[in-house]
């Protein structure tokens, strides 16, 4: 079987990623491998996801105290935070993150080693990783005070 996929040209397709967060490619090697708790614990990262273009208008409804916005928030909290999977994500997003760099990185090189397969500890949904009180802050913070500093009301 080997010599017929040798002679007709067929390969095992080669294993890619992008960031999970930017969506650029990241090259073989290269990366970060950070749990949904490390992800959810960042300030900055929400800061960032609550005034994207997709999500400004419910943010800047949440902010003018309308209800709607603030469910919606409380909805992309819930799409990320339960998150089973490890993160891969790139250089250009990593200092969004207060992580051990290096831990990451090697844990980056275990996942491109197995294919993705790898998992470090405490994967799983940032609600069975974290304690009580602190998912309680993130979650609130997040939905109820990411990206103020950034939107601005004519």
């Avoid at 974290?130 to 990411?146: G, M, P, Q, W």
Wanted: proline content about 3%; overall charge negative; some cysteine.
């Amino acid at each position: 079987m080997a010599l017929l996929d040798t002679l007709f040209g067929k390969k095992k397709k080669e294993f890619k990623a992008s960031c999970q967060i930017t969506k650029e490619p990241i090259e073989r090697g290269d990366g970060y491998l950070l749990t949904t708790a490390q992800v959810v614990s960042s300030k900055k990262y929400w800061d960032m996801v609550m005034t994207e273009p997709e999500t400004l208008s419910y943010s800047q409804s949440h902010f003018k105290n309308q209800s709607s916005g603030t469910q919606m928030r409380s909805m992309i909290f819930e799409k990320f935070a339960t998150v089973e999977k490890p993160w891969i994500v790139s250089d250009t997003i990593i200092n969004y993150f207060e992580v051990d760099k290096s831990e990451a990185r090697a844990y980056a090189k275990k996942w491109w080693e197995t294919e993705g397969n790898f998992e470090p500890t405490d994967i799983g949904p940032a609600v069975q990783v974290l304690e009580e009180a602190d998912y309680s802050k993130f979650k609130e913070y997040a939905i109820l005070e990411a990206g103020r500093e950034r939107i601005k009301f004519a």
